[in-house]
């Protein structure tokens, strides 16, 4: 079993700057690609950005394209989303999860199999 807990949300202003953090316990971090999601209220839950198991390959949805980054540490057992320029549409509860490796990279939700509780980033204009 793995758990994910978020942390690094927060509320700032338009054009500023977040690093949200993901921490897995459990062992064989490195044996799952790595997705970041995010919901806002009324919406369902969208794509943010993907991340492969060594974190050499990344993938984003066309809204945060050029202004986020994600990374892991596999060593730390971490994810990150650096997100730069952040914009009030921005504002949702994000989400990392994981997906196991041998089912291959997805961007659907539901394609996930571990989840954290989310942490909270609201951008005001």
């Known amino acids: 079993q793995v758990q994910l807990v978020e942390s690094g949300g927060g509320s700032v202003q338009a054009g500023d700057s977040l690093r949200l953090s993901c921490v897995a316990s459990?062992?064989?971090?490195?044996?799952?690609?790595m997705g970041w999601f995010r919901q806002s209220p009324g919406k369902e839950r969208e794509f943010v950005a993907y991340?492969?198991?060594?974190?050499?390959?990344?993938y984003y949805a066309d809204s945060v394209k050029g202004r986020f980054t994600g990374s892991r540490d596999n060593a730390k057992n971490m994810g990150y989303l650096q997100m730069n320029s952040l914009k009030p549409e921005d504002t949702a509860v994000y989400y990392c999860a994981l997906r196991v490796a041998l089912l291959g990279m997805s961007t659907k939700s539901s394609d996930y199999d571990y989840w954290g509780q989310g942490t909270q980033v609201s951008v005001s204009s």
């Open positions: 459990g062992r064989g971090f490195n044996a799952f690609h």
């Open positions: 991340i492969s198991l060594t974190g050499g390959t990344t």
